[in-house]
């Protein structure tokens, strides 16, 4: 199994990032295989990191545990508990302390900080006796929970299979004020809540932000001339511009796969259809007429579909296109109203809010429409948005009353319904792709 390949050395300043022999013994032994919601985390131990600052070390190790924990496949053992308190990155365990601990996986690893932050990390099968992943890193000392992060994902890779998700933003819409008239502006935060910033003022209001492929642009809905406009804002200058001028209302916007084109919605005479343009401007591609309201497209990871909600046939339905328009069909049948459609990026399932009984649902399907499963039920809840892994769907929560929504997560087999920390009232969330 290769880890990380993705990530390149020079563009991320680490170096290292070369893998040790793994067992296949081992990986078998320790690999976590979720089939439905019925399985237990695995047990696991973290020692703290060793470091020459024996704090930095136990910081380090205490994000590493909580973003295993967070996922729901871990149960990180108490530091406290182990028989061994400070990890040994350069030698092989005793493995019959461990055994007798009850401990299976074992995580060791290292971290110091100085003109840089160097970092290793070694897991260990107890019972084979044998390693299953070894990594190590540099980096630049500003990266300190980003180096964290990163080896997360690489022991969710080495024993949950595919990748991880830790080594991601989330962009968000944060909402102050009173509720009759609250401040809305985008803000962009680490996938557990920290190294949180604001985007925009919050002048004007700021809806539904969304990723780009490469990660340093975000496409939102922004109301500066009192319409609703779509506009691109580069997160590594801060330059933000209009996308165009295509109607009295742009909206709802999302990339393409490739990060060439940005699907929207215009509201023209009353009617709503879906355009695409690309990234740089020029003359929009029309993608359906019509009288109906058709909004929110989602692009499929192969950039050859497109799925949206409209409501053609008398209530608001998922229905699915080519990406280049033009014969949609509707997949959703369900009772109610669907929206929000958004494909995985695995492209095997959808995810959508659908709204029935006087309650919000979270839910998958597969692309045909098939299979379908609700996997969080609300006063209100919607805006789903995937961990690039395809495992985690983010979205936000709205209890009504005086409160403000939050942002919330559950897993695709309806598990591990956790509430993702915010400095304000949060809504619209966006998950970035892993990053490069």
Do not use: C
């Not at 199994?1 to 022999?21: D, E, I, S, W």
């Not at 047990?43 to 070390?57: E, H, L, M, Q, Y």
């Not at 699907?263 to 359906?288: D, H, K, M, R, W």
């Amino acid at each position: 199994m290769t880890l990380l390949t993705r990530r390149n050395a020079l563009k991320l300043g680490l170096a290292g990032g070369v893998a040790l022999a793994a067992s296949p013994s081992a990986m078998a032994a320790l690999q976590i295989v979720v089939e439905g919601a019925n399985f237990q985390p695995l047990p696991i131990a973290i020692p703290n990191f060793a470091s020459a600052d024996p704090s930095f070390g136990a910081e380090i190790a205490d994000i590493v545990r909580n973003n295993l924990r967070r996922s729901g496949l871990f149960l990180p053992l108490d530091p406290a508990s182990l028989p061994v308190q400070v990890g040994d990155v350069n030698n092989t365990p005793d493995f019959n302390t461990w055994r007798t601990a009850n401990v299976d996986a074992l995580v060791m690893g290292a971290v110091e900080r100085g003109g840089q932050i160097s970092s290793s990390v070694r897991v260990w099968d107890t019972q084979q006796a044998a390693q299953v992943v070894g990594k190590s890193y540099n980096t630049d000392p500003n990266s300190s929970r980003r180096v964290a992060h990163i080896i997360s994902d690489a022991i969710y890779e080495s024993l949950a299979g595919g990748t991880g998700y830790f080594d991601t933003r989330v962009v968000y819409v944060a909402e102050s004020g009173p509720k009759a008239n609250r401040v809305k502006r985008l803000a962009i935060m680490d996938q557990d809540g920290a190294n949180n910033q604001f985007l925009t003022e919050g002048n004007t209001l700021a809806l539904t932000p969304r990723f780009s492929p490469n990660n340093d642009l975000v496409t939102y809905m922004n109301f500066e001339d009192g319409n609703p406009q779509v506009y691109i804002l580069q997160l590594s200058t801060g330059k933000q511009q209009r996308l165009g001028s295509f109607g009295a209302m742009t909206f709802a916007p999302r990339f393409s796969p490739d990060g060439g084109r940005i699907a929207f919605s215009v509201e023209n005479a009353g009617a709503t259809n879906i355009y695409s343009v690309a990234v740089g401007g020029g003359q929009p591609t029309q993608l359906t007429s019509g009288q109906a309201i058709d909004t929110g497209p989602s692009y499929s990871p192969n950039g050859s579909n497109i799925i949206f909600e409209s409501d053609r046939g008398g209530s608001p339905q998922i229905y699915m296109m080519g990406a280049g328009g033009g014969n949609a069909q509707r997949i959703s049948y369900g009772q109610g109203s669907y929206s929000t459609p958004v494909y995985s990026p695995k492209g095997d399932l959808i995810a959508f809010t659908r709204q029935s009984g006087g309650q919000f649902n979270i839910g998958i399907m597969a692309p045909d429409g098939s299979g379908e499963r609700m996997l969080y039920t609300s006063f209100h809840a919607e805006g789903p948005t995937w961990a690039p892994n395809g495992r985690v769907i983010m979205f936000f929560q709205d209890p009504g009353g005086n409160d403000g929504p939050k942002l919330m997560s559950v897993d695709i087999w309806g598990r591990n319904v956790q509430t993702i920390p915010t400095d304000s009232y949060a809504s619209d969330p966006a998950w970035s792709p892993l990053r490069a």
